[in-house]
Structures are given as C-alpha cells and as structure tokens.
C-alpha cells in the first residue's frame, strides 16, 4: 500500500508529538499543519513536504529510537522519494549556516524551494507581527535572514523553466 497524505500528517503528529513552537504552541498544530495547508494546492508531494520538514530535524534528539527519523528511515516507510529529496533539502545540518547552506540547498530542489518559499512568506508575516513588540529585532530577522533567502529562492524558482514559477511573489 502507498505512502498516503494522511500517513504523512499522522507520521508528523506522532513525531512531533509533546513539541512546542517559540510561543509554546503545539508544534504540529502551530506550525506544520498550517504550511501543509498553504502547500495543498501543489499537490499530495507538497502537501507531505511541507508536514514533513521538520521531521529529521525534529526528533533526532530523542533517546528513543523509536521516535527518531532520518532519511532511510522515511524510504523504509515508503515516503515518496521526491518527499524524502525534499525534506533532506529544508533539514538544517549541524553548524549550517542558514544562507549560504540551508538556503542554497534548499534552492536546488524543486520541492524542498516550494516548501521554503511557502515556509518564508510566513517567517516574514511573523517578522511583520515581532515589529509591534520589538521593531529591531524584526528588522534584524527579516533584512538578515528571511529578505535575502527570500531572493535567493525566487531566483531559483524563476530560472527553474521544468519545476518553477509556482511562486513569484
């Protein structure tokens, strides 16, 4: 039987299960269902893409080896493979620097560049929404980080003629 959408969502809410995002919300909930929401209309790889970013990163911390994921782990479930390119694209390696790492790779692949780019659009809404509180701070977040990634992605996308111009602004 097929990897389905609903396997991913229930693979993710199991992983992630007991996490919290940076204002202590339900990790899944807060922030993975919502970008699976937004990445629907792409299509089930999408969709699963996007519930599944945080998976690798997320969980290889865990004493139990029963809750950790990596990317062999993923294929053994029977996740699609441009599933499994993709959340290997928008995983963070230890020590990564964000531009010049996560964002370049993630760049280079159809997949995991429509999930971040999706991702983004809703870091520079939560930058937008830290400006009320504290406008430096928001400014620092959205100039030096979510800005510049942003325009390395839709670069990406643009010059991409097979897989890109899904998302132009």
């Not at 053994?76 to 964002?103: K, Q, S």
């Not at 991702?119 to 977040?141: H, I, Q, S, Y």
Request: glycine share 8%.
């Amino acid at each position: 039987m097929a990897f389905t959408v609903p396997d991913a969502h229930l693979l993710a809410l199991r992983a992630h299960e007991g996490q919290v995002d940076e204002h202590g919300h339900d990790f899944y909930l807060a922030r993975l269902q919502p970008l699976a929401d937004e990445l629907r209309r792409y299509g089930p790889d999408a969709e699963m893409a996007g519930v599944l970013r945080a998976v690798v990163e997320g969980t290889s911390d865990y004493a139990d080896p029963d809750r950790r994921y990596d990317l062999g782990r993923l294929r053994a479930l029977g996740v699609p493979e441009p599933v499994v390119h993709a959340v290997d694209a928008v995983t963070r390696r230890p020590g990564e620097p964000f531009i010049g790492g996560l964002i370049t790779r993630s760049a280079a692949d159809p997949l995991g560049r429509l999930v971040q780019l999706v991702d983004n659009k809703r870091d520079l809404a939560a930058a937008d929404a830290l400006a009320a509180v504290d406008p430096e701070a928001a400014r620092r977040v959205r100039d030096g980080r979510y800005r510049p990634a942003r325009r390395i992605l839709l670069a990406a996308e643009a010059a991409d003629r097979v897989h890109g111009r899904r998302i132009l602004v």
